[in-house]
């Protein structure tokens, strides 16, 4: 990817943010409630009517959509995402320390997914039709179709209720914390994986270059680990990509089931209270992560494959 190609990209990137900001703000400011009163009942506070004119007057809340939006996004240019009515506090203080629990309990679950993916995969590629294939995609099959929440709550009956070994909780302080949510996120992302894997594989082992190379008697594993598996990474990376993006906005389900304290249960929290600011400031976050980390894979694809460097 060339340096006019990441402009673009990042332009695009400009483009698709404001867009998701308009959207965002939108969504809040037509929501039901009056926020001001919703953060005097987070609080624990009944107001009375004057109390709430007047804040809504300071908060500028009476003003024109617009200029309440121009008012916001200049702030969020500005790095103020305004304070959380439930916590009172910076939202960018509570999005930040949120966030490496977050990354943390991704990067954990995409190690254990690899781990399980790939040998899967490629196994069932080049054992294509036979036993170990319909095997691999019996369980897939099984994979895909549970939802998180249920693999979360058996695995907490059967490693926390029945064996003791592992906390129900998690604090994300320790290895052992993560274990059973990053589990949970992972059994899903396998089975997927491994399906992905398999397409990739039997497609490069059906290739001429394949072909040639069994008929001058190369080792089938040198054509396997050598040639196949590389030219087989860029649809995976690919996949790495947006689910790494997935994740840090689609753990919500998975961390309030296990009180784990990243991003996901953080939003969860602000949605039910109501939380705007909060809830604003967390779309953003995770928009800006997803569209960063997809641009960091398409510029990846030129150390990955030669060929994407011969086409600029």
Known sequence: MGKKQILSRLLQMLIVLIGISIITFLLTYLSPGDPVRNMYLAQGLMPDEEQVAVLREEMGLNDPFLAQYFRWLGNCLHGDFGTSFALQK??????????????????????????????????????????????????TFFGVSIPNF??????????????????????????????????????????????QVRTAVLEELHSDYVTGARARGVPEWKILWGNVFPNSLLPLITMLGLSVGSLLGGTSVVEVIFSYPGMGNLAVSAITSYDYYLIQGYVLWVAVIYMVINLLVDISYNYVDPRMRLRR
């Open 90 to 139: 910076p939202v960018v203080t509570l999005l930040a320390a949120r966030l490496w629990p977050t990354l943390k309990l991704a990067l954990m679950s995409m190690v254990l997914m690899l781990i399980v993916a790939v040998p899967l995969g490629v196994l069932s590629a080049v054992y294509q039709d036979g036993p170990i294939d319909y095997i691999v995609r019996a369980i």
């Open 150 to 195: 249920w693999v979360g709550l058996l695995l907490i009956l059967v490693f926390c209720v029945q064996l003791r070994l592992l906390p129900v909780v998690s604090s994300g302080g320790t290895f052992k914390d993560m274990i059973l949510p990053a589990a949970t996120l992972a059994v899903a992302m396998s089975a997927k994986y491994t399906r």
